[in-house]
C-alpha cells in the first residue's frame, strides 16, 4: 500500500508520462494519414481490487493482467471511465498512458473519502474493458467530547464546587458511522457514574453510537480546594478518544460562626460596642462577604478590625479579621434590640438589653449622734426606698466600709459582706462602728440596685469620732546646734533626729506637719525628714539672739529633749563670746565634758597649758543663764596637759596630768582634795587621758622619758570613790610615789602616745572594751619594730586588767595592732600634726584633729564578728573622709583636742593655737561648727 506522499509522486511522473507520450506519438507520425497502423484491438482483460472493505482515501490496488492482441509493435492508450476517486495505471511499477503486449498492468485508486461508501472505477484499452471498486470501513472514531461540570449559576460572584458533593456533565456522541456501536469506559474514580441514553451503566463502561446521550457523575473532596477526576475513554485502539473530567473544590469560603454574645443591662443612650471576635475557618486570602442584618443602621454598625464600616451592615473579611458590632441603646428600660451576622448561610444571632429600672431616688444617711466616743457602733436614722420601676427587687449592699458597718432592711440585719434585697417602700438603716481615734470619720458606702452594674447607684454614711485630741508618738531631738551657741555665719543649718511611735492606735506621723518657729511662733523654715533625720537651713541675724524652735503640729513627744536651740549672732569672727567675757590667753591643751544630770546642766571642763589652769564652762539651756568660764584648779608645775572627768561613778573626782610625771585626782570644784601622784611607773611627760565605762582605771598615754625614745600607756587603777587606789610614801626627794595598781605598756617604735579614747562594744554581756591611740612617728633606729608610718596613727590596745609592765614586743604578742588608715578608693591616708582623737562607740566611727582639719574613720573592720581585733594586716582597715577639710577652716588656728563625751548628740573641738583659745561645737553629719567658746 503506498502512502499518499508517495502516490502523489507516482501521479506526478504519470502525468510527466503522458506528456511525453503524446509528445512522442506528435514526432513520429506520418505527415501521410493513410499510412496502415497495425492492429489496435487488445484481447479482453479482467480486473478486481485485492482488498475489500479498506479505510477512507486509502491507496487501493488491482489484481495485475497481461495486455495481448494487439499489433506487434503497437502501443495502445490505457484510459479510464467513471473513476469516482482517482486511477492511475502502473506498469513495473511506473505510471504509464500506453501499453503493448506483454506489459503486466495493475491499477492503484483511492478509496472514498466516506466510511460504507464505495469508489469504483472502469479501466479501457484497445476497446476491450474492465471494471473494479471497493467499499470503505464503517468510522468507528468519536468527534471530540466536551466535559463541562454542571455548576449552577449563583446569583453574584464565581461559581462555587461544593466539597462533599457531585456534578456532572453531559454530552452526545458524535463521528462514529450510522449503526456502529463503540466502547465508552471510565477509571480511575471511585463514586463515579456514567449513564448512557438515561441508563445508568453499572460497572461504568458500555457502548454508544452516534448521537447517545451520555451523562458522567463525579463527586467532589472532602477538603476545600482539592481536585477529584476521572479518566474517560470512547473506542479503543487508534480510534480511541481519552479525556479526563475533574472538578476542584472551591477555596473554603464559609467561616466558623462568629461568638458575637448577647448583652443584658446597658445602660439608656449609651453607646456599646461588643468584645471583637476574630474571623476564622477561611482559606487564607479567601474574602467573603459579611452581612449584618435586622438591626437598622441608626442604632447597629458592622465594626471590622475597630473601624465602622461606611456601609454599615455589609463587609468583606478574612481570616483574623475582628468583628464587633457597635449599638446605640435608646430610652426605654428593659427594650431589646436583636441582629444577626451571616455569610454564606453561617448565622449568628444575638441581642442587646437595656438594664432595668433599679436606681433608687437620692437617699441620704444621717447619723444618730453627732460626735460618737471612739469605737462605737452608730446606726443611721431610717431611709425608706423609693424610685424603683414597677415590681422591680434591688440589690442593697455594704460596697466600701472603713470599719465594722452592717445594714438592715425592715429590721433584719445584714452582715458586712452581705446581700439583701429592696423594693419601694423598705426601710433601711446602715450601722458604722466609730473609729479609734478623735476627730476622725468612718465611712461606709451603701450600693442600691443592680449590683452587677460598674455604675450602680451608691449613697455614704460617715460616722465622725469626737473631738478629744490623741497625737502620733514621736521622740524628737535637735541635735545640732547646741541649746547655747554662735556664729558669725548668716545661716545655719539645724540638725536632729526623729523616732516614730509603734502603737498603732494612735494616728501615723505627718513630716509636712514640722516646721521651724522662731521664740514667737512665727514660721522660718521648712523641715526636710527622712530616715529618722530631720534638717532645716535658717537665718541668723547678726548682733542679736537668735530663737529656734522644732515645732511639731499634732504630735507628743515623749521623751524631755531639747527642741529649742539659741544662736548668738557675732558681727564679727572676733566677736568674744559669751558677749563680755574676759577670759586671758589660755593655749587650751585638752577638754573633757561632765554629763548632765537631774541637778545641773553638762560642764565643759578645759585646760590652760602654760598657766596650769583648770576651767569650768556650764553647757546652759538658755543664753540668759550663760556665765564665763570659772576658774577651778590651779595645779603646781610646769604646765598642764589634760583634763578628764569621770561620768561613771557617784564621785566623780576630776583628772589632770602634766609633765614632770604627774597625774592628779581631785574632786569636782574642790582643790584641797588634790591626791597628786608621783611615780616612776608613769609616763614621764604625760599626753592625753580617757576613762571606760566601768569607771575603774584611767588610760593615759606618753612618753617613757624625756628623750620621747618611745611611747607609753599606763592603766591608773582607780579606789571605789573614783580616787587612787594606793597609799602615799614619801621618798628621799620628798615626792609620793606608789609602786602597784598601775599597769604600763611600752613600745619603742614610737616617739610618743599622743592621745587615747576608749572604744567599746557589744551588748551589757558581751561587751569588749579596747583603748584607740594616736601615736607620734617612729624613729628611724634599728630597734624600730614596725616601719615609719608617716607623722601619727592610730593603734588599737585589747584590754589588760593586771598590774603588769609590758616593755617587750606588744605589737608581736598581739596585745596591740595597727589600723591601716585609707580613703574610699583604698589610698592610704598620712596623718600629719595630729593632736586628739574621740571615738563614738554607737557610730563605730573615730574622729582625730590634725592642725586645722577633723578625720572620721569607720571602725567597722578594725574589729572581727566576735568583736575581737581583726588579725589581717589587709582587712583591718579603717576608712577615712575628711569631716572638716582645711580649705574651709580660714579662722583656725590649729585644733589642739577633740572628745566626745557627756552624753553631748556632736563633738567639742578646742582651737589651742596661742592667741586664739576657741571652742567649737561641731557636728558629726555635716561638720557644721559653731562656737561654745570665742575667747580669742
Known amino acids: 500500500m503506498y502512502s499518499k506522499r508517495i502516490l502523489a509522486q507516482k501521479i506526478a ?142 446569583v453574584t460572584g464565581d461559581k462555587v464546587v461544593h466539597i462533599d458533593s457531585e456534578y456532572s456533565t453531559e454530552f452526545r456522541v458524535y463521528g462514529v458511522s450510522p449503526g456502529q456501536e463503540v466502547e465508552i469506559m471510565l477509571a480511575n474514580c471511585t463514586g463515579c457514574t456514567l449513564s448512557i441514553d438515561g441508563v445508568i451503566q453499572p460497572e461504568g463502561k458500555g457502548v454508544v453510537s452516534l448521537n447517545s446521550l451520555v451523562t458522567i457523575t463525579l463527586p467532589t473532596a472532602s477538603g476545600y480546594n482539592q481536585t477529584t477526576a476521572v479518566d474517560v475513554t470512547i473506542g479503543s485502539g487508534d480510534s480511541a478518544v481519552e ?40 482559606d487564607d486570602a479567601v474574602g467573603v462577604s459579611l452581612v449584618l442584618s435586622d438591626c437598622s443602621y441608626e442604632q447597629c454598625q458592622l465594626v471590622i478590625n475597630g473601624v465602622v464600616q461606611i456601609e454599615g451592615a455589609r463587609s468583606s473579611v478574612s481570616n483574623g479579621d475582628e468583628v464587633a458590632v457597635a449599638i446605640q441603646t435608646d430610652i426605654n428600660y428593659g427594650s431589646v434590640v436583636s441582629a444577626r451576622l451571616s455569610s454564606f ?51 442593697i449592699n455594704i460596697d466600701d466600709c472603713d470599719s465594722n458597718c452592717s445594714l438592715s432592711v425592715n429590721g433584719v440585719t445584714q452582715l458586712q459582706d452581705g446581700s439583701a434585697t429592696v423594693k419601694n417602700g423598705d426601710e433601711v438603716i446602715v450601722t458604722v462602728e466609730s473609729a479609734t481615734a478623735p476627730k476622725t470619720t468612718e465611712n461606709a458606702v451603701v450600693a442600691i440596685g443592680d449590683l ?261 600607756v599606763h592603766i591608773i587603777w582607780l579606789a571605789a570613790d573614783g580616787g587612787f587606789s594606793y597609799d602615799f610614801v614619801a621618798d628621799s626627794k620628798g615626792q609620793t610615789y606608789q609602786a602597784g595598781h598601775t599597769t604600763r605598756v611600752q613600745q619603742t617604735a614610737f616617739n610618743d602616745a599622743q592621745s587615747v579614747d576608749v572604744y567599746s562594744v557589744g551588748d551589757d554581756a558581751s561587751k569588749k572594751e579596747y583603748a584607740l591611740i594616736l601615736t607620734k612617728a617612729a624613729k628611724s633606729t634599728a630597734r624600730n619594730i614596725l616601719p615609719d608610718t608617716g607623722d601619727n596613727s592610730i593603734w588599737i590596745l585589747k584590754q589588760v586588767d593586771d598590774y603588769t609592765q609590758y616593755d617587750t614586743d606588744v605589737v608581736a604578742s598581739n596585745l596591740m595592732k595597727q589600723i591601716m588608715l585609707e580613703d574610699a578608693a583604698g589610698t592610704p591616708i598620712s596623718l600629719n600634726g595630729g593632736e ?31 568583736h575581737d581585733i581583726n588579725a589581717d594586716d589587709v582587712t583591718r582597715v579603717a576608712v577615712g573622709t575628711k569631716l572638716i577639710d582645711a580649705a574651709d577652716t580660714g579662722d583656725i588656728g590649729k585644733f589642739s583636742a577633740i572628745v566626745h563625751e557627756g552624753d553631748l548628740s556632736y563633738l567639742v573641738v578646742a582651737d589651742g593655737d596661742d592667741g586664739k583659745n576657741d571652742i567649737y561645737a561641731v557636728s558629726k553629719e555635716s561638720g557644721q561648727r559653731v562656737f561654745l567658746l570665742n575667747a580669742q
Open 345 to 395: 448561610g453561617v448565622q449568628t444571632s444575638f441581642s442587646f438589653k437595656n438594664r432595668l429600672d433599679t436606681d433608687p431616688d437620692d437617699v441620704t444617711f444621717v447619723a444618730t449622734i453627732d460626735k460618737a466616743d471612739l469605737e462605737t457602733p452608730v446606726p443611721s436614722e431610717p431611709v425608706t426606698i423609693s424610685g424603683l420601676g414597677d415590681g422591680i427587687i434591688a440589690n
Open 452 to 712: 452587677t452594674r460598674e455604675a450602680v447607684y451608691t449613697a455614704t454614711y460617715g460616722v465622725t469620732t469626737t473631738d478629744k485630741v490623741l497625737f502620733a508618738e514621736v521622740d524628737a531631738a535637735v541635735t545640732f546646734p547646741p541649746q547655747v551657741s554662735a556664729t558669725d555665719s548668716d545661716q545655719i543649718t539645724l540638725e536632729g533626729t526623729l523616732v516614730e511611735g509603734s502603737d498603732s492606735t494612735l494616728p501615723a506621723f505627718d513630716s509636712s506637719n514640722m516646721e521651724i518657729h522662731d521664740a514667737d511662733g512665727n514660721k522660718l523654715a521648712d523641715v526636710i525628714y527622712s530616715g529618722g533625720l530631720w534638717s532645716a537651713t535658717v537665718d541668723v541675724t547678726q548682733g542679736v539672739t537668735n530663737t529656734y524652735k522644732l515645732f511639731i503640729d499634732k504630735t507628743t513627744v515623749t521623751e524631755v529633749t531639747p527642741l529649742m536651740v539659741q544662736v548668738q549672732g557675732l558681727t564679727s569672727v572676733d566677736d568674744v563670746f559669751p558677749l563680755g567675757m574676759t577670759l586671758e590667753d589660755n593655749e587650751i591643751s585638752d577638754l573633757s565634758v561632765q554629763a548632765a544630770n537631774e541637778d545641773s546642766d553638762p560642764i565643759l571642763w578645759f585646760t590652760s597649758l602654760d598657766n596650769q589652769l583648770v576651767y569650768s564652762y556650764p553647757l546652759v539651756g538658755a543664753i540668759e543663764n550663760i556665765e564665763e568660764p570659772t576658774q577651778k584648779l590651779d595645779i603646781l608645775g610646769q604646765d598642764i596637759r589634760s583634763v578628764q572627768v569621770n561620768n561613771y561613778i557617784d564621785t566623780s573626782y576630776l583628772f589632770t596630768t602634766g609633765y614632770d610625771q604627774r597625774i592628779d585626782a581631785t574632786l569636782m570644784g574642790d582643790q584641797s582634795t588634790t591626791q597628786p601622784l608621783v611615780n616612776n611607773t608613769v609616763a614621764r611627760y604625760p599626753a592625753q587621758t580617757s576613762i571606760p565605762e566601768s569607771g575603774d582605771r584611767v588610760y593615759m598615754t606618753g612618753s617613757v622619758d624625756s628623750k620621747y625614745s618611745s611611747m607609753a
Open 243 to 282: 479525556k479526563k473530567f475533574e472538578l476542584t473544590t472551591s477555596r473554603d469560603t464559609y467561616m466558623d460562626p462568629i461568638a458575637i454574645e448577647s448583652f443584658d443591662n446597658l445602660e439608656l443612650l449609651s453607646d456599646f460596642v461588643t468584645p471583637a471576635v476574630p474571623v476564622s475557618g477561611l
Open 836 to 866: 586628739s582623737i574621740a571615738v563614738d562607740d554607737m557610730n563605730q566611727t573615730a574622729y582625730v584633729v590634725t592642725s586645722n582639719e577633723i578625720y572620721q574613720f569607720d571602725l567597722t573592720n578594725v574589729l572581727d564578728g566576735a
Open 13 to 154: 511522473l504519470a502525468l510527466s508520462l503522458t506528456t511525453l507520450v503524446a509528445c512522442n506519438s506528435s514526432s513520429n507520425s506520418s505527415p501521410d494519414s493513410s499510412e496502415p497502423k497495425g492492429d489496435m484491438t487488445a484481447a479482453p482483460f479482467a480486473i478486481e481490487a485485492l482488498t475489500n472493505n479498506v479505510a477512507t482515501k486509502s491507496t487501493v490496488a488491482t489484481t495485475e493482467f497481461t495486455v495481448s492482441g494487439l499489433g506487434e509493435g503497437v502501443l495502445a492508450p490505457i484510459t479510464f471511465t467513471a473513476c469516482d476517486t482517482s486511477c492511475f495505471a502502473l506498469v513495473n511499477d511506473q505510471p504509464v498512458e500506453t501499453v503493448q503486449n506483454g506489459d503486466v498492468v495493475t491499477v492503484r485508486f483511492l478509496a472514498s473519502e466516506l466510511s460504507l461508501a464505495t469508489a469504483a472505477f472502469t479501466v479501457d484499452i484497445g476497446g476491450q474493458s474492465a471494471s473494479a471498486s471497493v467499499m470503505t470501513l464503517p468510522d468507528l472514531k468519536v468527534d471530540d467530547f466536551p466535559l463541562i461540570a454542571d455548576i449552577p449559576e449563583p
